[in-house]
């Protein structure tokens, strides 16, 4: 089985524990202090009936107080998936810091989902008596301990979808931000079109220009390129493109 739980710098980690069980012994091994053990652990200094009652009432006891604190996890992953959907669509959501939470948060929930089905499996064939150190009094509590596996694993996959809609939604934004500074970028290239056209027309030191014969010649380009320059920015105004 593994235990799951945020360190003080708020980095999801996993704890591997193994369970030994015999007629009448019980041995976990675990590389780092599990609180599911440190707690059935204190429940047996307050309670020795608890020894008495089996191995697997005591292993039982190990694996629900594991699965409870899952919910710990679970709650801070929620908050973090929803601080994401509330900013998702502001401002700062653009920043290279929101696609690391969202790459990070992302990496928890498909670690989360990776260790509990296969734990879930581990518990149904506890659960179905395959085991005959298990006695068959103790498979109802083992069946509900595959329930809770079973609505955990069920709820993280809800959490997952919610954050997948949500890095869509994101990566869509940034598409549409793209898109308008390129829109932006092309409206500039429209309006100083007729600027360029006529200036790289008429704007050549030649004494003789055929096209314009009136004394006005140098009027009459000017006049037609800041005409023509105020009809393109009214078009592209009511194509909303400013």
Request: proline share 3%; no cysteine; hydrophobic share 45%.
């Amino acid at each position: 089985m593994h235990a799951v739980e945020f360190t003080q710098a708020e980095k999801f980690t996993t704890t591997e524990l193994d369970l030994f069980v015999g007629k009448d012994y019980l041995v976990t091994f675990h590389r780092t202090p599990l609180k599911s053990v440190q707690g059935a652990v204190d429940r047996v200094g307050k309670s020795t009936g608890l020894i008495t009652r089996g191995p697997d009432r005591l292993a039982h006891t190990i694996l629900d107080l594991l699965v409870d604190n899952y919910q710990p996890v679970m709650a801070e992953l929620a908050g973090e998936l929803e601080d994401i959907e509330a900013s998702v669509l502001a401002k700062e959501s653009s920043s290279k810091a929101f696609m690391a939470e969202i790459l990070k948060v992302r990496g928890d929930f498909s670690q989360l989902r990776a260790i509990a089905g296969p734990q879930r499996e581990v518990i149904e064939r506890l659960a179905r008596g395959e085991n005959k150190l298990i006695r068959s009094v103790m498979l109802p509590y083992y069946r509900d301990l595959r329930d809770n596996l079973a609505r955990l694993d069920a709820t993280a996959g809800g959490y997952h979808e919610r954050l997948m809609m949500a890095f869509d939604i994101f990566l869509n934004k940034a598409a549409f931000e793209a898109n308008e500074g390129i829109k932006f970028l092309t409206a500039i290239t429209a309006v100083t079109l007729p600027v360029v056209m006529v200036g790289g027309w008429y704007g050549m030191n030649f004494d003789h220009m055929p096209e314009l014969r009136s004394p006005h010649g140098y009027l009459l380009a000017s006049s037609f390129t800041l005409v023509s320059t105020a009809l393109m920015v009214i078009y592209l105004k009511k194509k909303k493109w400013f």
